[in-house]
Structures are given as structure tokens and as C-alpha cells.
T-cell receptor, first 114, second 112 residues
Framework: NAGVTQTPKFRVLKTGQSMTLLCAQD?????MYWYRQDPGMGLRLIHY???????AKGEVPDGYNVSRLKKQNFLLGLESAAPSQTSVYFC?????????????FGPGTRLTVT | DAKTTQPPSMDCAEGRAANLPCNHS???????VYWYRQIHSQGPQYIIH???NNETNEMASLIITEDRKSSTLILPHATLRDTAVYYC?????????????FGKGTKLTVNP
């Protein structure tokens, strides 16, 4: 089991460029999440998905789009990157909430927008 | 949504117990308390969770007060590898889905 993987690990973009971050999980989880982490801010939820073909907004969705075409993949897109989107991005996945909800996280993608 | 309050930082000597407190005075009756940790530059890692009874697993123990307004995560024999930011989270449920809201956590430093 690879768990949760993220591609790429590092990326530098110029302002206005676009890119897609890929998250993949092999645990057959229904739920998937994208977070960003900035220094001193903790993790903030960008978007999440409760199943294939569905997505929902989190705390800080502006400037990002997501898609969940396959159950195992969750894509995060930046259409026009801005310096404020410089951050570390973490993807996570989980089973549907029942008596507990714990999430498995990927290793992160470090994005710098200049 | 129930919010949590944690001290920003704590120190602990290697081999001693680390007791990390968390206040969640507005917790609802059906909300769980979760603990995660994040070792430098890595993705967060689930540690333990509980509703109202004390819980123990191979990593830690979770003590929840009877009124459920606070809890304590206990690492019984802290090692240098336990140096990390520890997050106390109360599960929220909105619109039929459930998501975790992370705060700033407690930075635990285990000293040799």
C-alpha cells in the first residue's frame, strides 16, 4: 500500500501560470481533502470530496478548483497562480464518518509562486 | 462549531511523560475529540480519538474530563522523535459531510 501520494513534490510557478496538483490514494477511501499550510496558520481546508464526481468548498476555496473523476484521484487546480498561493499543500483521504473520522495524509507539495 | 484552545508550545524531557492539554468548552454531545501530530515538513499523522471515555492505543492515551470541556493527550515515555506540532481537533459535521478543522496546535519539543 502506497497510501496517499502527491505529485509533484515541489514546484515553482510564475504569477499567472496554471498548474494541477495530483493526489492519489489506494485505500479505497470515499472522502478526499485538499489543505494548505502556511507558516503559523495551521492547516486550512481548501476543498473536499465525499465521493466520486462530487466536490465541496472548504474554508479557503477562492482561486482553486478541484475534480474527482475517479475515486482514487483528487486534483487541485490553480488557474492563475498568485504569490498568495505560495504554500505547502497536503492531500488527505478517509473512510466515510462513522464512529470516527481520521484522515491519512500525503507527504505534501511545496509550491512557490514568484 | 466547537473550537479548541491549546498552549502554543511545551517542553518535555526525554523518557518522561508528555501531557498536552486542550480546552473545548463548547463541544457538543456527539462530537469527538481527535489528536493528530505533524513532524517537521511531513503530513499530519492521526494519533487517537475519543468521545467521553478514556482511550489508549500503542501511541498515546487520551483523558477526557467528565464534563468533556477539556482533554489531555499523554505520551507516556516521550522520545526525541515525538518532537512535533500536536493538534487537538473536535469533529464538526455540516451538510451531511464531516471535516476536520485544524488550529495552530502545540509545538512539543522533547529535550535530551
Amino acid at each position: 500500500n502506497a497510501g496517499v501520494t502527491q505529485t509533484p513534490k515541489f514546484r515553482v510557478l510564475k504569477t499567472g501560470q496554471s498548474m494541477t496538483l495530483l493526489c492519489a490514494q489506494d485505500m479505497n477511501h470515499e472522502y478526499m481533502y485538499w489543505y494548505r499550510q502556511d507558516p503559523g496558520m495551521g492547516l486550512r481546508l481548501i476543498h473536499y470530496s465525499v465521493g466520486e464526481g462530487t466536490t465541496a468548498k472548504g474554508e479557503v476555496p477562492d482561486g482553486y478548483n478541484v475534480s474527482r473523476l475517479k475515486k482514487q484521484n483528487f486534483l487541485l487546480g490553480l488557474e492563475s497562480a498568485a504569490p498568495s498561493q505560495t504554500s505547502v499543500y497536503f492531500c488527505a483521504s478517509s473512510y466515510p464518518p462513522g464512529t470516527g473520522l481520521w484522515q491519512y495524509f500525503g507527504p505534501g507539495t511545496r509550491l512557490t509562486v514568484t | 462549531d466547537a473550537k479548541t484552545t491549546q498552549p502554543p508550545s511545551m517542553d518535555c524531557a526525554e523518557g518522561r511523560a508528555a501531557n498536552l492539554p486542550c480546552n473545548h468548552s463548547t463541544i457538543s454531545g456527539n462530537e469527538y475529540v481527535y489528536w493528530y501530530r505533524q513532524i517537521h515538513s511531513q503530513g499530519p499523522q492521526y494519533i487517537i480519538h475519543g468521545l467521553k471515555n478514556n482511550e489508549t492505543n500503542e501511541m498515546a492515551s487520551l483523558i477526557i474530563t467528565e464534563d468533556r470541556k477539556s482533554s489531555t493527550l499523554i505520551l507516556p515515555h516521550a522520545t526525541l522523535r515525538d518532537t512535533a506540532v500536536y493538534y487537538c481537533i473536535v469533529r464538526v459535521a455540516q451538510g451531511g459531510s464531516e471535516k476536520l478543522v485544524f488550529g495552530k496546535g502545540t509545538k512539543l519539543t522533547v529535550n535530551p
